[in-house]
């Protein structure tokens, strides 16, 4: 990351600013834009926070900047309206593990791809961007038809159960996955793993000692992504759990019921649920900046 | 120039891979190639390959053969039951005069503009901001985070927030707009009515513009300082700097975030969903939820899957010309 | 090569799919007795909270299991789920053993053979057919077909009023006829230029939207269907219905234009907050309750008619609206299913599911219990007995829904644009709706 980015303005090496200081024009012109921009992007929350803060009777009058009234109810009632920390967990578990296997396949066809010259390889790249396309509407159903028929084939019950939701999460973020990983893979010098291969690893061990540890970045920028294309998905979870395996992005809705909509528990659960997101970002932005260089670009 | 330097790499990345990755490769050793050509490669793609059949392809396989059959309510319980239809439902959805037909057009025109404005909104917000925020100054860290921040609240969260925002009578918008800065004569409805196009509009900026921040702030990363330095001694002002340096060495991740960024947008069903439950108004009338009513809310799966493969075969169409179309432009360029 | 075995791999991929396909549905006959010791049950969301629904049901359920020794398992389904999960569980024929049904989706569930028809047999087995309010049976099915399900909770509309709005504009009593209530609603809107208005709506839900226009159609002799069930909705009485819910807000000015994007129920918060005098609504007491209004603040009365009093035929002043419970076809223990539904249907539950829910029982014999004979639930009781009719029972009914719930919508938002609202317009809209219905 680019904190030493610029060109030292040593006072003694020119008279003038350094070359390529920034002239007045282009100061304003970020000061103004980054600041629309930031308003732009925090109103919702700012809104999301203050309505959180209201009683239920108060939420649905008029808009006013500063609240009338401070009730931290809702931040107590959101546990029991509904099962707000099963969810959580739920959506935890899918979206933690759906990531990870999901980076785990890609790393492997990846790999393939980048390292390996083979027949079908041309099919297998189209094929996986394709699938990008699908309106999900159009698969809806069939998975579910399909996870009905490996169960009651196999006795893997993948309907109603995480596993069924991992796995279909898992190929939505299968394409990016590898599409990324493959052109990161191929800005990692050959030579080092072909070196490795001649000390005596195998292609798989070349892989895991040399080729992932080099690509940590990028692994970790693709692993966030999975992890949030998992974490907000509604309409396959609406279809594919039951209250024990619900996941938050559905179980949210729970806060609206047949005559009553519990305005200011939404919010609130949103933020108590954005929070330990938000930090893992904080956390691994670092990673996930320098990934998506290297994955995109190189 | 020293500026292709950088991305000369480019084609064999992301992107061109996809359309030419097969025999481009002679520079891998052959020995090792050789020896594993046989299974190897196969086996490292096997997972993927497996997941991808078994969780796209084959429904999708299943949706076409869905599309060629009256499959109503009455058949769901057994769809074997139901009847061959041949092209019938294809000939319903293509028929621009009869209503069904048009109200499809109108929909994906409807939608062809939301995803242009929205893709080209998003990317313009992101790719500024990335660009003003090159450099370092003092908040620089805490802006990226707050930037990052739309991205990851729960979709339904964040979006019900803003159907919470844009109420006519007691929402932030037109507490602003009417109230507070009597910009409108009588508060609008953003929510019903052809406004509803431009909240939705909004709401699609906001929650993508942060993924074409993060991926085009991630790739200015890459370019050399000196590149920068060079021109500057050469006496290109900063404007110029970026339009001759910044821009052309974003076109690699650029080309892949169009294209991510517009087929997401196309196919965003939360959005709408969430925003104006399952019927949206007219002009804000999404192929997504247009299709997801002609199939869940009329219980007629046949006509919904002959939908969905014809917004494939569009999909695949457009991204076929993109690459193509990009990939050129992009060699001849780099020379 | 490559030909070849691209098109083995498609031959694969066909028969695997033949295959899945092929054993979509469930078994034709429907229903054994395999595992006669348990039930999975779904329950719909009637109470404040999914949680409440579970503590309210879970105790019942054991002594459900007390008496026969059957384990019933519950899932309290949201409501934006429950229709996506039944037909999931039609497609794939995996579901519940028993479920809650909205009444209004009786006929299209019925139609996809999913369900256990109630004939004669099973009826008895629950102790008979005529046990329940013969209004809530109609809502359970197609006429002349075993219906697809039993009542469980039935609901009606009132029209719920401020009483303090009222005693304030000079109004003595609940209107009793839509001219009536528009001289009151005009009293207390003043063509809109008081902040306070007469009624109150939800233009942007479709179901609501529907039931308001289905009981104006009634009344202007209009029903949506012909007898063959193809659609009618552009016969001069829909278009007069339809025309005169929408002119509440255009022409009477006495519902707030900001109605007319109302999809989450924001009418009644209006309501609570003494905005708009009068809604209608099915059991909205609860809901009052939770939003600071006190009992005595309001009140509740039949909703309006064109002249005359409530009754049948063209003085119809509700849909039939409720739950009803359903038997899937598929369950693996249909004696232990009957035996549940029976249970439930029992009188004494019927009395205290319906007390906790505030709903009416369509079980007569529950009905004499007096905590159904309170203001508020009265009213509801009485309509649904004297004067309430089912929504079209076709199978096509959640199609109906859409589309012209859509047309109502679209309207409300002209009327609140201040386009005029004519016949014409109506028509039009109309029109549409019903041409997108003939697939």
């Known amino acids: ?298 | 120039m020293t500026a292709t330097d950088t991305t000369s790499q480019v084609p064999q990345a992301a992107g061109d891979d996809v359309l030419k990755s097969g025999g481009a490769r002679g520079r891998f050793p052959r020995i090792p190639d050789r020896i594993r050509r046989g299974g190897l490669p196969y086996l490292l793609l096997l997972p993927a390959l497996v997941l991808e059949l078994l969780i796209h392809i084959l429904p999708m396989i299943i949706g076409m053969v869905m599309s060629f059959r009256g499959l109503t309510q009455f058949f769901i319980r057994n769809w074997s039951n139901a009847p061959w239809t041949g092209l019938h439902n294809y000939r319903v959805a293509v028929d621009f005069d009869a209503p069904i037909g048009k109200a499809l057009l109108h929909s994906f025109y409807v939608t062809l503009g939301f995803t242009l404005l929205a893709v080209g909104l998003s990317w313009l917000v992101g790719t500024g901001t990335a660009v003003l925020m090159q450099e370092n100054f003092r908040g620089r860290g805490l802006l990226r985070t707050i930037f990052l921040v739309p991205y990851a609240l729960p979709a339904y969260a964040a979006i019900i927030t803003w159907a919470f925002m844009f109420q006519r009578d007691n929402g932030l918008v037109n507490h602003v707009l009417h109230d507070q800065l009597h910009i409108t004569d009588k508060p609008s409805f953003w929510l019903i009515g052809d406004n509803s196009f431009y909240a939705l509009v909004i709401v699609a900026i906001w929650k993508s513009w942060p993924f074409a921040f993060l991926m085009v702030m991630a790739a200015l990363q890459n370019i050399p300082r000196e590149l920068y330095e060079a021109a500057s001694i050469d006496g290109a002002g900063l404007w110029q700097q970026i339009r001759k340096i910044t821009m052309p060495s974003l076109r690699p991740v650029n080309q892949v975030l169009v294209l991510v960024l517009f087929l997401w947008t196309f196919n965003d069903f939360n959005t709408p969903y969430v925003l104006f439950g399952k019927s949206a108004p007219e002009s804000a009338d999404l192929i997504s939820i247009h299709i997801y009513q002609s199939s869940f809310d009329t219980w007629n799966f046949g006509s919904g899957s002959a939908m969905s493969v014809l917004l494939l075969l569009f999909l695949l169409v457009v991204t076929t010309v993109y690459l193509i179309f990009t990939s050129r432009g992009r060699k001849t360029s780099d020379g | 090569m490559r030909r070849i075995r691209a098109a083995a791999a498609v031959a694969i991929t066909v028969s695997t799919l033949a295959g899945a396909t092929a054993c979509g549905g469930g078994s034709e006959a429907g229903g054994s007795n395999e595992s006669p010791k348990t039930l999975t049950y779904w329950a719909s969301n009637q109470g404040p909270s999914i949680p409440a629904d579970k503590k309210i049901l879970t105790p019942e359920l054991k002594k459900f299991e007390k008496q026969t020794g059957i384990k019933v398992k519950l899932e309290v389904v949201p409501w934006s789920d429950l229709l996506k999960r039944i037909l999931a569980a039609t497609t794939s024929g995996q579901g519940p053993d028993v479920l809650n049904i909205g009444n209004t989706w009786s006929a299209s569930l019925q139609a996809t053979g999913a369900l256990l028809p109630w004939n004669a047999k099973n009826f008895d087995a629950i102790g008979g057919r005529d046990r329940f309010v013969d209004a809530a049976v109609g809502s359970a099915g197609a006429e002349g077909k075993d219906p697809s399900a039993v009542p469980l909770y039935s609901l009606s509309y009132a029209l719920y009023y401020n009483k303090k709005m009222f005693a304030d504009a000079g109004i003595a009593q609940a209107p009793a006829t839509w001219d009536e209530l528009v001289a009151d609603g005009k009293k207390i809107s003043k063509n809109g230029t008081s902040g306070k208005w007469g009624l109150g709506a939800e233009g942007g839900n479709l179901s609501n939207n529907i039931h308001q226009a289905f009981v104006l159609g009634q009344q202007h002799g209009a029903d949506f269907f012909d007898a063959s069930g193809k659609p009618t909705f552009t016969s001069p009485g829909a278009v007069a219905a339809v025309k005169q819910y929408v002119d509440f807000m255009g022409k009477d000015k006495i519902i707030a234009p900001g109605n007319a994007e109302y999809a989450q129920n924001q009418s009644l918060s209006d309501f609570s907050k003494g905005k708009t005098a009068m809604v209608l609504w099915q059991a909205a007491a609860s809901t009052f309750a939770s939003q600071g209004m006190k009992p005595e603040d309001w009140g509740a009365a039949p909703v309006p008619v064109q002249s005359g009093t409530p009754g049948k035929g063209k003085n119809v002043n509700s849909m039939v609206a409720g739950i009803n419970m359903a038997v899937f076809k598929n369950t693996k223990n249909t004696k232990g299913a009957l035996q549940f539904v029976k249970f439930m249907t029992s009188t004494d539950e019927q009395k205290l599911l319906n007390k906790a829910y505030g709903s009416v029982p369509p079980v007569t014999a529950a009905q004499s219990d007096p905590a159904f004979n309170a203001p508020g639930v009265k009213v509801l009781k009485d309509t649904l007995s004297n004067s309430a009719a089912p929504l079209p029972q076709v199978a096509s009914e959640s199609q109906f829904e859409t589309t012209v719930g859509t047309a109502i919508k679209e309207l409300w938002a002209d009327a609140a644009a201040g386009k005029a609202i004519t016949t014409e317009s109506v028509k039009a809209k109309l029109t549409k709706a019903q041409q997108q219905m003939t697939q």
């Open chain 1, 1 to 298: 990351m680019a904190s030493s980015t610029h060109a030292p303005r040593s006072p003694g090496a020119t008279v003038h600013r350094s070359p390529t200081a920034p002239p007045q024009s282009f100061v304003w012109t970020r000061r103004v834009v980054l600041t629309l921009i930031t308003v732009f992007t925090l109103v919702p929350v700012y809104v999301m926070l203050s309505s959180s803060l209201k009683p239920l009777s108060d939420v649905s009058g008029k808009f006013s900047w500063i609240p009338n009234g401070f009730s931290i109810r809702p931040y107590v009632d959101i546990w029991s309206t509904i099962p707000l920390a099963r969810y959580f967990v739920n959506s935890l578990i899918v979206a933690g593990t759906a990531s990870i296997c999901s980076v785990v396949v890609a790393i492997f066809a990846a790999y393939s791809v980048s390292r390996y010259r083979f027949r079908g390889k041309r099919v297998f790249t189209v094929t996986v961007l394709s699938t990008q396309m699908f309106p999900g509407i159009l698969f809806l159903l069939p998975l579910f038809l399909i996870f009905v028929n490996i169960g009651n084939s196999t006795g893997i019950d993948l309907y109603g159960s995480r596993g069924g939701l991992i796995l279909t999460y898992l190929t939505f973020s299968l394409p990016f996955s590898i599409w990324m990983l493959i052109g990161y893979f191929d800005s990692i010098p050959k030579d080092l793993d072909e070196a490795a291969m001649v000390d005596g690893c195998g292609p798989l061990g070349a892989l895991f000692r040399v080729v992932v540890p080099a690509a940590i970045p990028g692994i970790v920028a693709v692993t966030l992504y999975a992890f949030m294309t998992a974490w907000g998905e509604v309409l396959f979870a609406s279809v594919m759990t039951n209250d024990n395996t619900r996941t938050l992005a559905v179980g949210l809705q729970g806060y609206s019921t047949q005559n009553d909509v519990y305005w200011n528990q939404i919010m609130a659960a949103s933020l108590v649920v954005s929070i330990p997101v938000v930090a893992g970002f904080l956390l691994l932005q670092r990673y996930l900046v320098a990934g998506l260089t290297a994955g995109a670009v190189k």
